[in-house]
């Protein structure tokens, strides 16, 4: 209940965020209780996890989606860098790069340490006690041909979709403080640098996976979409498997303002 009360008593874009982040890196550590990592999400809460998409309360555990974990797992460390937050009267956002130290011990396989990387973006709305209703944690990783990351509850496609496989639409449409995250480890930027980030894409050939399906979302306050993109790279004759992730907000005329997005490696 003290985090809980952390989540309500912040009082900053900044302060929400880093409150929600540390009672969920918490949570991974001791994630054998799934209780204390549901807390910090609203109800019906929609989750982007390396394996796919996700509604609370279904099948996959949040904590285990994220650090990659299997019934022998124990989570040696939880960390995080690279924050950035923004946000309104209405909601706040965040991004955060959360490493995770996994030692597993199988029996008949012996003990194995492995160290992921994935990128958050997290939304916070202020109706729902700023709980988190909307995120996606893409995973860090060599991009393969094959792979997914399966979108369950699929809608058809909107502008924002539009706007993840056409870099120079989201370059017009980022904001001054967007949040961006590509799927090579150095590629981040907030502010200026990921404008300069989405402009160096200006050549890349990006197309959205049809057969995985698009879920894309607007209201009053925030709109997401979430999907299976291929990445076209010349260089190497082939067409690379990506996760796509973005958060945007209303403005005028029905234009949007992208506050944050990620791509990452699909499994």
Known sequence: MCALAGFASADTPESRGKAILQAQLAAVKKWSDPDPMVATFAKGAVVLLPQGEETLGGPRDIASGIAFLNPHSTVKEATYDHFTAGGNASVAWFGAELHFTVVSTEPGYGTSTEKHTVRAIELLDGSAGWKVAVAAFTNVAKLQEQGSCE????????????????????????????????????????????????????????????????????????????????????????????????????????????VALSYGATF
Request: hydrophobic share 45%.
């Open 151 to 258: 979108i369950e509850d699929k809608t058809e496609p909107g502008p924002l979709a539009e706007l993840i496989t056409g870099p120079h639409s989201l370059a017009r449409a980022l904001a001054a403080d967007a949040i961006v995250f590509g799927t090579d480890p150095s590629e981040r930027g907030a502010g200026a640098s990921a404008k300069a980030l989405v402009a160096s894409w200006h050549d890349l050939g990006l197309s959205t996976d049809l057969n995985q399906g698009i879920r894309e979302i607007h209201n009053s306050t925030y709109g997401y979409a979430m999907m299976d993109v291929h990445l076209a790279s010349p260089k190497l004759g082939k067409s690379l498997a990506m996760s796509a992730f973005l958060l945007a907000l209303p403005g005028p005329d029905n234009t949007w303002s992208v």
